[in-house]
């Protein structure tokens, strides 16, 4: 079976572009989450979809949106791109919704804005 | 709010010696916790799970983890340190009916031939 993919790998973009960034889950699984990565802050969770509706919301700016599509597949688009917003973008699927779920990461999108 | 310590940003071990990463969490009710390893440019790798039961939880390459409410810990361990052990691990905690985890900073762990 195969894994999380997510696309692309590396992005490189500039302040006040806009990004987009794919995640295909699991097959079978209908919740994907994306979490963002840098050194300073950590880990840090952005949204959870879950048969095409967000379901949570993470702690940042309406420049980070989201949407799932019917076949499960997530994208994130970030706008007006800052410094800040440079890190490891990583996408998480599983077959329901809830904590209890085990989730299965992507090796995620690394975006650097210059 | 919930929230996750890792106090060891960076340990190092030799290989066959055992291994404590320590976790502390902050939670109202009884947590949903996590450990995750992390090897360089991946994602993350879920190595076991705590929701409720058996105290002492086993996961996968050997790891366990024993949960203590008296201490808010969660600390995972390893008697025997392999080389392919040398990764960053995260440790997570999860409410109740909610996707969202919340993960400490992080522990390196090194090893030393």
């Known amino acids: 079976k195969a894994g999380v993919t997510q696309t692309p790998r590396y992005l490189i973009k500039t302040r006040g572009q806009q990004v987009t960034l794919s995640c295909s889950p699991i097959?079978?699984?209908?919740?994907v989450s994306w979490y963002q990565q840098t050194p300073g802050q950590g880990l840090q969770f952005l949204f959870e979809?879950?048969?095409?509706?967000?379901?949570n919301k993470g702690n940042f700016p309406g420049r980070f949106s989201g949407r799932q599509f019917s076949n499960s597949r997530s994208e994130m688009n970030v706008s007006t791109l800052e410094l800040g917003d440079s890190a490891l973008y990583l996408c998480?699927?599983?077959?329901?919704?809830?904590?209890?779920?085990?989730?299965?990461f992507g090796s995620g999108t690394q975006l650097s804005v210059l | 709010a919930q929230s996750v310590t890792q106090p060891d940003i960076h340990i190092t071990v030799s290989e066959g010696a055992s291994l404590e990463l320590r976790c502390n969490y902050s939670?109202?009710?009884?947590?949903?916790l996590f450990w995750y390893v992390q090897s360089p440019g991946q994602g993350l790798q879920l190595l076991l799970k705590?929701?409720?039961?058996?105290?002492l939880v086993q996961g996968i390459k050997g790891f366990e983890a024993e949960f203590k409410r008296s201490q808010s810990s969660f600390n995972l361990r390893k008697p025997s340190v392999h080389w392919s052990d040398a990764a960053e691990y995260f440790c997570?905690?999860?409410?109740?009916?909610?996707?969202?985890?919340?993960f400490g900073s992080g522990t390196r762990l090194q090893v030393q031939p």
């Open positions: 997570a905690v999860g409410a109740t009916g909610r996707r969202a985890l919340t």
């Open positions: 705590y929701f409720s039961g058996d105290t």
């Open positions: 939670y109202g009710a009884t947590p949903y």
């Open positions: 979809y879950f048969s095409e509706t967000q379901r």
């Open positions: 097959s079978g699984h209908r919740s």
């Open positions: 998480a699927s599983s077959v329901t919704q809830g904590t209890n779920e085990k989730l299965f």
